[in-house]
């Protein structure tokens, strides 16, 4: 009561906000009269010109007044279009680093030209960030001609460009992409070996265009770039055929849809395991043996596989391979794969080829990696239902613009009917009733599946129309373009499109690109353009007079965004329209969240069959539901957040160093305080301080000294002198390998040991940082059972995250001491970049093997460095030591001490 009446007094927050913008808005016009007086060459120098300014000390605040006015100027000379002042004041909302909310069709992209020129004059690189490969190149050749005709360079990122041609784009003033590449390209740079083979530069500033679906929707997974691991094809397809027989019994597993999980029941456990057995699956032991392990792994994955995702919803078969459906978009999710083996036991299910599973080279979250721009912004049409999110995840602000004209469209109650086919029959009359008085209608629907049913009644209507989903992915920019013309039916899964305006009477830049594409004779050509435009303009308002552009959603999303972005598509720019949701108590939302209440509640009202009930309360509830939904959502993504953090530090301290070793000329100072940092605890270990020389373990430390750096010693003679005690042992041990280094050096030359020392640090060090995030994901998998233990499962996995990470540090020191001091030469054999590990990228993770001889990068013919390390390949044999060498350093040792085989058997030292 107090609130509403304070706001109604002073203003909301965003009001307050708003009026500061606006007070600047005045002093830009005021300048529009000078701007248009000057020539064209006049106005592109003004940048040097505020360049200077800035070179002077000048702030981007001080010149923002002219500069926007000099991009407005520039926009209606080369575009034709003007920023209107509401889009001056969401400029100025996005140089300060927040949201700015802007309805659909207010233009959005125009209005980000205004904060990246006037960013882009410091010189250090401005990101503009979009959904896809499609939009990331029309808005930098629609909005490239604005920065061209000002004298700036622009650039765009997009999947599938070589490196030299990425290393370009980055270096112009402004660079347009997907939040995937420009993701994936950090993850790359630092798995480079040299400086100048990185693509990206620093980062300075960011706008993020439909930021609520990148920041929030697709923030939920890891990017993650993966490498080959051991193929394991044969068990996802022998453990498929076992599961597709198991989950035909519905008392053989528990289904949770609210938490989309899935578990076996004790049943279902018992038979599987005797499915499994006569299968030949399982040879020995029972189901939870642990070197049965893996077989579980698989067992759980497929049992996921076949009752947690179902194909033309979650994923299409095309083309022989499983393909991810972005569940906000519709759109296929190229190249990206599910993590942990998932997608493996869909390609089983679907009966695809199994592509070999991989292991994490790289990983990072989208909100660990947006927030290493200093400054960040976000635009999009939906954004104040998550601005809690965006707040204490990003530290970003929302501010709501106002419309350039009010909006007219009429969004009415929902309809709920008892079934699913109710519904869709009542869609089906009310669009064949639109279409008939040459009203266009969009179809918002949840997944291909349903949008298919509706296709089919509407074919049985024989209502012309145009489906867009996953399946019809290329021809998404053409149909929506058209979604606007007389009588058009549209039907859209989740949206697919945005970016896109929906014109009413159809797109007129697209339809005169087409018609008049083969038309080459002038007059014929000026002939069919004034027919095409006066046609467009007849269209317009007969879509108008019919009431605008009608917005039908087949179902409640479980975020109000969806619905919100699917009723934007109309009335824009003050264009009439309509928008309506029709819900049955089948639909997922309704089932798992409270159909059984309402379902009692409409057989007591007495709803009879093909008839729905409408009232506000209805759209009351609704959105109560979904204010739930929305909020576990954000708890389970603040969740992963807080355990990423804790790999994001020790990400960003091993990144930094990696950079450092990569930017000395030399490290041989840092691998000799390596070998000290391990020989010190090594001979500490074997002779304490203060202890008897009886007590000495010196033959223990001599087999030490030789396992770790190849050097024999008569450690134990010298331990038999006079006077001589731990520090004694320990600098006669440090002088010989010592010397024995600088021979080495010697023999090689200073110039090659430089660089061997260089290549040898930094591949150990990727070898080892592979190796971490491998434990690292083995321990965020069980850290939750903790809890059982009245432990707080976070405090307990940055305690152990961090132990191992110090762990990780000494093993790196450990092996960089032992490699070099083995490294040999194979003079025939010339130098070589290391060989580049075939890298998957999804939003999940793999790995590349250690490299047994070392591929050290440089220039021309020098030998090539062959070590001594053994090549894990050959197979390990528990009872033949000689072969445990091939053991994987993470896994158990051969000789069944139950330690894994770094600290058992591998130890180095």
Known sequence: MLASIARAIFGSSNDRSLKGYQRRVPAINALEDGMKALTDAALAAKTVEFRARLADGATLDDLLTEAFAVVREASRRTLGQRHFDVQLVGGMVLHDGKISEMKTGEGKTLVATLPVYLNALAGQGVHVVTVNDYLARRDADWMGQVYNFLGLSYGVIVHGQDEDTKRVQYAADITYGTNNEFGFDYLRDNMKYRLEDMVQREFSYAIVDEVDSILIDEARTPLIISGPAEDSSDLYRQVDLVVKELVKDPETYEKDEKFKTVSLTEPGSETVEEMLKQAEVLTEGNLYDIFNVSVVHHVQQSVRAHTLFARDVDYIVRDDQ?????????????????????????????????????????????QNYFRLYPKLAGMTGTALTEADEFAEIYKLDVLEIPTNVPVTRKDEDDEVYRSAMEKYEAVAVLIAEAREKGQPVLVGTTSIEKSETISNLLKQKKVPHAVLNARFHEQEAGIVSQAGAPGAVTIATNMAG???????????DVRLAREL?????????????????????????????????????????????????????????????????????????????????????????????????VHPWINKALEKAQKKVEARNFDTRKNVLKYDDVMNAQRKELYAQRKEFMTLTEVTETVADMRQDVLAPMVAARVPEKAFSEQWQLAELAADVERLFNLALPIEEWGQEDGIDETGLRE??????????????????????????????IQTLDAVWKEHLYALDHLRQGIGLRAYGQRDPLNEYKSEAFAMFNAMLGELKERVSSLLARVELAPDQPLAPPPMTRMVESHAEPESAMMSDLAL????????????????????????QSTWAATPRNAPCPCGSGKKYKHCHGRLA
Do not use: C, W
């Open 732 to 761: 006669r041990i440090d002088a010989a390998v010592e010397q024995m280094m600088a021979a080495k050096a010697a023999n090689m030359g200073p110039d090659l040991m430089r660089f061997i020392e260089k290549s040898l640090l």
């Open 857 to 880: 990068a440089e220039p021309t013919a020098a030998p090539r460095v062959v070590t001594a390390a053994p090549i894990r390949t050959a197979a390990v044999d528990p009872a033949d």
């Open 517 to 613: 594409a083969g038309i080459e004779d002038p007059d014929a050509r000026a002939r069919r353009e004034a027919e095409i435009r006066e046609e467009n303009a007849a269209a317009h308002q007969a879509v108008k007079d019919a009431g605008g552009l009608f917005v039908i959603g087949t179902e409640r999303h479980e975020s109000r965004r969806i619905d919100n972005q699917l009723r934007g598509r109309s009335g824009r720019q003050g264009d009439p329209g309509r928008s309506r949701f029709f819900l049955s108590l089948e639909d997922d939302l309704m089932r798992i969240f409270g159909s059984d209440r309402m379902g009692g509640m409409l057989q007591r009202l007495g709803l009879k069959e093909g008839e729905a009930i």
């Open 322 to 366: 499983v393909i991810i459906i972005d569940e906000f978009t519709g759109r296929m999710m190229q190249g990206r794969r599910y993590s942990e083996g998932l997608h493996q036991a869909l390609e089983a299910k679907e009966h695809v080829t199994v592509q070999a599973e991989n292991q994490t080279l790289a990983s990072i979250t989208f």
């Open 498 to 508: 945005r970016g896109t305006d929906i014109k009413l009477g159809g797109n007129l």
